[in-house]
T-cell receptor, first 111, second 115 residues
């Protein structure tokens, strides 16, 4: 059962513009959401997270928005840089250990 | 600190053979996780250790899979009688119980190919 879904397998944006990556979930028990970034031949790297008691968390160029009523979260990267090109995974957890991942979105930032 | 390391990085084996992977977590992390990732999918949780105790196992972890963390430091994941469907990237992650365990730090993974 796919409890975390990333419906866009790929996204291409121009350098300097905003990248918006989307994620939907079905389990209302999820209370913590994370975004991981993955480069080829490396493991996923933690990027940013948000608790279910918040609707926004910002860290430099990265902002995560959570809409609990819609069971939707998004990652905004602005301005996008070529080095941001990677696969981005959305993840969610209900009990602090069993984390569920989406299938990932491949972001390409063109110079 | 060099981060989470995994060995080997690649393993090719014939169907029916046993394989064992090793994970060395970040030294001060007492939580250790194993995931499996297949092509086009995100990591899928397999099992979790708090120190040496295996506290949770996914139903994905069939009887052919076994994981250990005997001294609460490194961990091994063994797959017996490998099948072609076991071909995947096996990821290890670690975290500390002093912070959110949600923030797990991943190793580079071991890519298993079963021929």
């Amino acid at each position: 059962d796919q409890q975390v879904k990333q419906n866009s397998p790929s996204l291409s944006v121009q350098e300097g513009r905003i990248s918006i990556l989307n994620c939907d979930y079905t389990n209302s028990m999820f209370d913590y959401f994370l975004w991981y970034k993955k480069y080829p031949a490396e493991g996923p790297t933690f990027l940013i997270s948000i608790s279910s008691i918040k609707d926004k968390n910002e860290d430099g160029r990265f902002t995560v928005f959570l809409n609990k009523s819609a069971k939707h979260l998004s990652l905004h990267i602005v301005p996008s840089q070529p080095g941001d090109s990677a696969v981005y995974f959305c993840a969610a957890s209900a009990d602090n250990n069993d984390m569920r991942f989406g299938a990932g979105t491949r972001l390409t930032v063109k110079p | 600190d060099t981060g989470v390391s995994q060995d080997p990085r690649h393993k090719i084996t014939k169907r029916g053979q046993n394989v064992t992977f090793r994970c060395d977590p970040i030294s001060e992390h007492n939580r250790l996780y194993w995931y499996r990732q297949t092509l086009g999918q995100g990591p899928e949780f397999l099992t979790y250790f708090q120190n040496e105790a295996q506290l949770e196992k996914s139903r994905l972890l069939s009887d052919r899979f076994s994981a250990e963390r005997p001294k609460g430091s490194f961990s091994t994941l063994e797959i017996q009688r490998t099948e072609q469907g076991d071909s995947a990237m096996y990821l290890c992650a670690s975290s500390s119980d002093r912070g959110p365990s949600y923030e797990q730090y991943f190793g580079p993974g071991t890519r298993l190919t079963v021929t």
